[in-house]
C-alpha cells in the first residue's frame, strides 16, 4: 500500500491543477483556451495514467502466480 501512496498524490494533484485550470478561464480569450485545453490535456493523462497504473498491478499479480 505504500508504494500507491505517492501515485495517488500526484493523480490527485493532475486532477486538481486540470480543474483549476478549466474552471478559471471563464473569459473567452487565446490564453483561456490555451488554459483550458491544458487542463483538459492533464485530467486526460490522469486517466491514462491511472489505466497504466492498474495494467502494472495487474501484470505483477499475474506474474507472481505462476511462480
Do not use: C
Not at 488554459?35 to 506474474?63: M, N, P, Q, S
Request: net charge positive.
Amino acid at each position: 500500500m505504500e508504494q500507491i501512496a505517492p501515485f495517488v498524490v500526484v493523480l490527485v494533484l493532475l486532477i486538481a491543477v486540470g480543474w483549476i485550470l478549466i474552471k478559471t478561464t471563464k473569459t473567452p480569450s487565446t490564453n483561456s483556451r490555451l488554459l483550458r485545453w491544458t487542463g483538459y490535456g492533464l485530467i486526460l493523462l490522469t486517466f491514462v495514467l491511472i489505466v497504466f497504473g492498474v495494467l502494472h498491478y495487474f501484470d505483477a499479480e499475474t506474474h507472481r502466480r505462476g511462480h
